[in-house]
């Protein structure tokens, strides 16, 4: 699949902003499968500077300072990206026990943002482990069960347990509060989806990007009407490597999935950090648009 996302995210402010920094990270990195191109950053009002920082994790920061007043900023991500599909059908392929993964990741000798051993202890907001949601987890995460299996089963328990609502938690909401309600958004999803593997000694990540959403029979496509998604990537061993699973939607990562950024938690790969000078209060709106193009003809 090729795909045209657009990306714009406006600030708005109850009084002038003076020196305000922000961090970016919206730009795709590169993943197996997926090819990104003709990628554009537009900024309004023009920053005063605008650079590439490195992140410990598997992301692309862009900081922006903003040295004059203002009440608005408008931030706009555009790029083209190409998915292909997997190789082979990673549910049916051989995969090894929990117990084995666990054991290779413990004694992995590589550190770094895709090493699976930067991912298995708790993080910032995927601080909640082992405790009720390990507890809960270990139903379908056995010691000898093949990983790809065991893991493809807690994310449709996951699925099936949880109610889907956007009204019911916070970005800063910690993961506990959304199990315990059984109810949240994606990301709460891939938090305690994260926990609960993390609890049992399994490298678990969590993946910021975009999910190409399908209007209803007889609807037209809105513009605009997609949002950032949120996913899990578990290591299942170096054959197999990080496969995601998205609990949200009960589903394998594929050619609908578009990888922006991996980290250990949300706070990793947030779209958008900074601060900013000033006593203003501040409203945002997000809108992004992930339009399907037609494959070009060889």
């Not at 482990?129 to 790809?148: C, F, H, K, N, T």
């Not at 449709?156 to 509060?177: K, V």
Request: charged residues 15%.
């Amino acid at each position: 699949m090729i795909y045209n996302v657009t990306h714009t995210t406006t600030l708005f402010y109850s009084n002038l902003v003076r020196l305000a920094r922000f961090n970016l990270r919206l730009r795709p990195i590169d993943w197996p499968g997926q090819t990104v191109s003709d990628y554009r950053l537009d900024v309004s009002p023009a920053p005063a500077d605008i650079r590439q920082k490195s992140s410990p994790w598997l992301a692309n920061e862009t900081r922006l300072t903003l040295r004059d007043p203002i009440t608005r900023l408008s931030i706009t991500s555009r790029f083209r990206a190409r998915v292909q599909p997997p190789a082979f059908d990673r549910a049916q392929a051989p995969s090894p026990s929990i117990a084995q993964v666990r054991a290779l990741a413990m004694g992995w000798p590589a550190v770094g943002p895709g090493s699976p051993a930067s991912y298995l202890f708790a993080s910032p907001i995927a601080a909640i482990w082992p405790g009720e949601i390990g507890a809960w987890g270990r139903q379908w995460l056995s010691d000898e069960a093949p990983v790809m299996q065991a893991a493809i089963a807690l994310m449709q328990a996951l699925h099936d347990e949880f109610a889907f609502d956007a009204a019911s938690t916070s970005p800063d909401q910690p993961p506990i509060d959304a199990f315990r309600a059984r109810r949240g958004v994606c990301q709460d999803f891939t938090h305690v989806m994260i926990c609960a593997l993390r609890a049992i000694g399994l490298p678990a990540a969590y993946v910021s990007g975009y999910l190409r959403t399908i209007p209803p029979p007889g609807m037209p496509r809105l513009v605009g009407a997609d949002m950032m998604h949120a996913w899990v990537a578990l290591w299942c061993g170096p054959d197999l490597g990080w496969v995601g699973l998205d609990p949200t939607n009960a589903t394998l990562v594929t050619t609908d999935h578009i990888v922006v950024a991996m980290g250990r938690d949300y706070s990793d790969v947030a779209p958008l950090d900074g601060v900013f000078h000033g006593g203003a209060g501040q409203t945002m709106t997000v809108s992004a648009d992930v339009e399907p193009v037609e494959e070009e003809v060889a």
